[in-house]
């Protein structure tokens, strides 16, 4: 509204895209400390919350590569739905090889492509299982169920990305023998 007052229409409309531009930059930056976190939980490291701010050495990798593969989608979508799908399970993994094992853009997709080879079919009935379980859920929570929901999606994907790595996971380290 003050934009609106001092400058007029332009002025707005500039300072409502800065603003959305600076929003978008601000949750991007919080998933990636929110893939940090989780990772951790997966690996049954501790956590804290300050970990959820911890995504700025990967930030700027992981928006481009998430541009970059968000225009291999759209590619894959353009060809038709199923190579988009494709895709998008292919080059999955990228984020979290950004995060763990702090490699660059292109490695990111072409190790995803690679860890993915054998898994998609894996990976699609896990997402499809997870998305309508998930939204019945909600559903017949009238919405409560989002709190249980969210969480257990955020942590199911570096569960995944553990298990495809051959990396132990939380559940394996709690189950193993105390050495004597």
Same mark, same amino acid.
């Given at each position: 509204m003050v934009a609106?007052? #001092?400058g007029g229409e332009? !002025?707005?409309v500039l300072v409502y895209v800065i603003g959305l531009l600076g929003m978008m930059v601000f949750f991007t930056w919080l998933s990636v400390g929110q893939k940090i976190f989780f990772l951790k939980i997966a690996r049954?490291?501790? #956590? *804290?919350?300050? &970990?959820l701010f911890t995504g700025g050495p990967y930030f700027i990798r992981v928006v481009l590569a998430s541009l970059l593969f968000a225009v291999i989608y759209m590619i894959g979508v353009s060809l038709c739905i199923v190579p988009g799908v494709i895709f998008a399970l292919m080059f999955s993994? /990228? $984020? !979290? @090889?950004?995060?763990?094992?702090?490699?660059? #853009?292109?490695?990111? @997709?072409?190790?995803?492509?690679? @860890?993915? &080879?054998?898994?998609? !079919?894996? %990976? /699609? #009935?896990i997402g499809l299982l997870a998305a309508f379980g998930g939204l019945a859920v909600i559903i017949l929570t009238c919405g409560l169920g989002l709190f249980v929901v969210a969480p257990f999606l955020a942590l199911m994907y570096p569960v995944i990305? %553990?298990?495809?790595?051959?990396?132990?996971? $939380?559940?394996? !380290?709690?189950?193993? *023998?105390?050495?004597?």
């Amino acid at each position: 509204m003050v934009a609106m007052a #001092v400058g007029g229409e332009p !002025l707005a409309v500039l300072v409502y895209v800065i603003g959305l531009l600076g929003m978008m930059v601000f949750f991007t930056w919080l998933s990636v400390g929110q893939k940090i976190f989780f990772l951790k939980i997966a690996r049954g490291q501790p #956590v *804290e919350i300050g &970990d959820l701010f911890t995504g700025g050495p990967y930030f700027i990798r992981v928006v481009l590569a998430s541009l970059l593969f968000a225009v291999i989608y759209m590619i894959g979508v353009s060809l038709c739905i199923v190579p988009g799908v494709i895709f998008a399970l292919m080059f999955s993994q /990228f $984020a !979290l @090889l950004i995060i763990d094992r702090n490699v660059g #853009v292109m490695d990111s @997709l072409s190790i995803s492509k690679d @860890l993915t &080879d054998g898994n998609k !079919l894996t %990976l /699609f #009935v896990i997402g499809l299982l997870a998305a309508f379980g998930g939204l019945a859920v909600i559903i017949l929570t009238c919405g409560l169920g989002l709190f249980v929901v969210a969480p257990f999606l955020a942590l199911m994907y570096p569960v995944i990305y %553990l298990m495809i790595t051959g990396q132990p996971t $939380a559940d394996q !380290l709690w189950t193993q *023998e105390p050495a004597q």
